[in-house]
């Protein structure tokens, strides 16, 4: 199968090599990370880039497409080339899918209406201006299309796509391999869980 | 601070990227990649490149280094403009720190000495060729010394590093922020929890 992902500036780094390493680490997939044009795109800190091998045009129907979120998502908002993109591809897609405010940007390309979808947990209304049903959940798949919370979830969703996609077998061989055996060392990375002064600082310092 | 991550030919994507969003999105942290030379470097599936924006001598001192594992360990293991900036960065650094097999490259390096250390699950033992206590944990730290275990770990370990450095509540910040509120669809990912039968998979994989 042929995974694309695209890449716009100030991308969040790990929105895209999360689901990367869930799916590639199987055997069968190959992956190309696509963007206006072939070259180097940087991500939200100004620090690291990734090379883009292909450009949007040269990659018109993958299997699946990983839409990674970041700062950047409000620019690529407004980016007809990444939109179009989007929306062609995902007429056929095996899976269209997104991690963080990726989603956004399937639901301005058109993918998400009447669906229940998730995003960053800031943002999480925004999904209401592109008629879908925003959902506090890590992980949600409605038919081929599969939305993961902030950051992070990338990963849970690339795992949980595998699981049907190669078997459960396979998922966990991978999981195995990475060593994905969680051990945050704070309860604060859900609402639910952290601190509500934290809540409202982290809130501050996402929309300044 | 300064935080310097060494990028060699099949590195591990999530062993860079996991403990650079753990560190890099607290305020006061920049970051650069280096490499023999200023460059393009790819990684273990042979996909995804990263670009070096300095070499190992236009970053002597960093105040941290991050040292990733990954299948192009074995080579690095004999490239010595690597291992020698290792142990000289080592001499000044305020955390020197790796990832999965990254940690093999530290003991190459002479900085495990005498230290408990862990690596990936599958090359545990190894670390006693350095002199270094193999520890099967997530993150295990030794004076300004943290090793993580395989791939997924580092996140993990850069939160209990900015927590030490920055404070709990910065450390905090940032996993709300990043949404790191795990779901792993399976408790695959320890050979803990993992069937037998998976893990002898896993294995014959990993030596394959």
Known sequence: MHIAIP?????????????????????GFTTTFVSDR???????????????????DEVPRPDIIIVPGGPGTTDALSDDGLLNWIKRAHEHTAWTTSVCTGSLLLGAAGALRGL???????????????????????VVIEGKVATAAGVSAGLDMALTLLARIRGEDTAQLVQ???????????RAG???????????????????
Chains 1, 2 share one sequence.
């Open 116 to 138: 229940r979808a998730t995003t960053h947990w800031s943002l999480l209304e925004q999904l209401e201006h592109y008629g879908a049903r925003p959902c506090e959940e890590r």
């Open 7 to 27: 890449l716009f500036p100030a991308f969040t780094a790990l929105d895209v090599v999360g689901p990367y390493t869930g799916l590639a680490f199987a055997p």
């Open 190 to 208: 859900s609402t639910k869980t952290a601190p509500p002064e934290l809540v409202e600082r982290a809130r501050e310092l996402l929309s300044s």
């Open 38 to 56: 072939p070259g180097p795109v940087t991500d939200d800190q100004g620090a690291l880039t990734l090379t883009a091998t292909a450009s949007y």
């Open 176 to 186: 195995l391999v990475i060593e994905y055996d969680p051990e945050p060392p704070f």
